[in-house]
């Protein structure tokens, strides 16, 4: 009887492990794998990094700035690189976002100009990370996630006049800013 209890636990166990991890890939796991590869740079931002001292914050403003943690930035520059590898590169990052766990929030651009999309992992009121992923054939892609603590989607939107008012610490941006240029 204790045998059959003990065997019933582990494969218990056992099943729990096997279907609790993801089998697909994820973006941390893109993230990880092409840091430090050639054509990409990352960078981690925290929200100390944006002064906003000096900017009058609404309530929910205030509370929006507040659940955010980090900002973590990956970019892939095409002119490190070849067209075959950026259509790779891309397809990538695409398949990964067409994850059913991904919600779309907002998406926009054109095929001249370049394209964006804004998803999101959790619920719109507790957004468990936020997902910009912008491309262009000429410059590359950019994602970013915002990672935090019970953010909330339109609270976070309420952030984007603030960011314009904000100080930065432009020495810290140099490989971002390079991509949008």
Known sequence: MIQSIKKSIVMLL???TFTSCNQ?????TYYVDNELKPGFASFDVPTSFINVEKVDL????EEAYNSVDKLNVLTFMTED????EYKLELAKVNTILKDSKYEELIRGGNPKDGK?????????????ELILFGHAKNRGFIIARVLGDDMNANKLISLSSVLEKADFDENQ???LTDFFK
């Open 81 to 84: 690189t070849n067209a075959e």
């Open 58 to 61: 609404t309530e929910e403003q």
């Open 14 to 16: 056992l099943v729990t």
């Open 173 to 175: 941006l140099n490989g």
């Open 24 to 28: 697909g890939p994820t973006l941390q």
């Open 116 to 128: 964006f999309v804004v998803k999101f992992l959790g619920d719109l009121d507790n957004v468990d």
